[in-house]
């Protein structure tokens, strides 16, 4: 089982940066998963905003250009950096992973959160206007 934990939330104003990291427990490295980046604020779904693996990365129109996913070579860290923040973009961010024999059977990482098998507790990000 992999515990992730996500870390660099907090709160910034329109325009500004932050950026969040998700680190398997004890060092543990994911490489047998396929990795992702979501979202939920109060009263919405949970929306995947960015995936990757099996050599690329996907974004969701609503962040693409302002939001960068990327992993260390050794898969133990998975980045979101994270530009241009929109008051839009406040929600409790969370960082996850999908068992490799699914994703790379499908040949692309998930865009359903229920596909993905263990989650970090999330990162709160506040964009005030």
């Known amino acids: 089982q992999v515990h992730l934990v996500e870390v660099g939330g907090g709160s910034v104003q329109s325009g500004g940066s932050l950026r969040l990291s998700c680190a398997a427990s004890?060092?543990?490295?994911?490489?047998?998963?396929?990795m992702g980046w979501f979202r939920q604020a109060p009263g919405k779904e949970r929306e995947v905003i960015a995936n990757?693996?099996?050599?690329?990365?996907n974004y969701a129109d609503s962040v693409k250009g302002r939001f960068t996913i990327s992993q260390d070579a050794g898969k133990t860290t998975l980045i979101l950096e994270m530009h241009s923040l929109k008051p839009e973009d406040t929600a409790m961010y969370h960082c996850?992973?999908?068992?490799?024999?699914?994703?790379?059977?499908?040949?692309?990482?998930?865009?359903?959160?229920?596909?993905?098998?263990?989650w970090g507790q999330g990162t709160q990000v506040t964009v005030s206007s």
């Open positions: 996850a992973a999908e068992k490799g024999t699914d994703c790379f059977r499908r040949g692309y990482p998930s865009f359903n959160a229920y596909e993905y098998h263990y």
């Open positions: 004890s060092g543990y490295s994911y490489s047998g998963y396929c």
């Open positions: 990757i693996d099996l050599g690329k990365a």
